[in-house]
Structure formats: structure tokens, C-alpha cells
């Protein structure tokens, strides 16, 4: 097997089997999925959804481009359609599991922040919230992201910098709420 086949034919040149994109890009899209703000009760069915496409329009892979903005663009378009389709709720929260055992307290603020942070990218726009998980949860390089969403670079980076200063502002009013009270 080469280097490419064994990434899911992120190498320009050889196109890899669709198993071989499933296998190794389906995790990826999955997380890819639920950072953008695709609940969990719906993420298994649109990751299986973007597999689907991939699958339909596998013969148009251009060999000599790599495969991964390919997938994360289709992962980006699907999942703008489904909040569309289904009116997602912005910054909803999922019910806790009450079976759960006590966490440690450090883990209680782990998953806190985390929490808002997500809050935080959901308040985002479609295009900026794209551009911010791709880049700064799954560090995907800018000249990728830009293939991925069919935009020039300097449109990326500037999406990805207004990003930035709402999710900062995001974080700064919540402190300044916290030092008020």
C-alpha cells in the first residue's frame, strides 16, 4: 500500500478506494461535525450523509489535488444545509447524563470551558465557525481550509480573524459579568 492509500489519498496523484477514505477520514469528519455545532443525536447520520456524497461523486476526484479539502468542504457544506434543513439551535446544550459518576473539580472546569468555548463557536456565523474549528481545533493549515470552503486565502484569514476578536469578546464579556457579581 502507498503513502497515499494509507492517509486516505491525502497524496496528489493516487486516488484511494472509498474504504480507504472511510476508514481513515470518518473519525475526523465525525469530530469535524459536532465542533460546528451538529448535535449528537444528528452526527452520526450526516457523517454517514457525507460519506454518501463522497461516494456518488467519487469519480470526480482530481488526482493531482489531495484529498482531505475535498472531504472537509463536503463535511462544511452538508452540515451548513442540515442546520438550515433543521433550524439548529444556537448554543443549545445537551441533557447531562444524571448515571454519570462525580467528576474531580478540575475536570468539572475542564469540561466548563469547554462547554463555553463551544457556546462561544456556535455564536459564530456558518462560514467563520468553519473557519475557526478547521484552524484553531483541528489545525488545519489556512491554504487548506481556504480549498476546503472554495474561498481565496485572504477571505480566510480574514473570516479567521473576525473569528478570533468575536470569540474574545465572547470570553471577556463573560469576565467582566463575573467581576461585576
Known sequence: MSPSAATGGDEPGEAPSIATVFRDQAPFVWR???????????AD?????VFLVLHRRFAEIDTSRPLRPWVYGVAIRLAGEHRRRRRFAEGARENVDVGAPALQHHELERRQLRDLLHEAIARLDETKRAIFVLHELEELSMTEIAEALSCPAQTAYSRLHAARKEVRAFFARLEARETVA
Open 32 to 42: 469535524l461535525l459536532r465542533r460546528i455545532g451538529v448535535g449528537s443525536v444528528d
Open 45 to 49: 447520520d450526516l457523517c454517514q450523509e
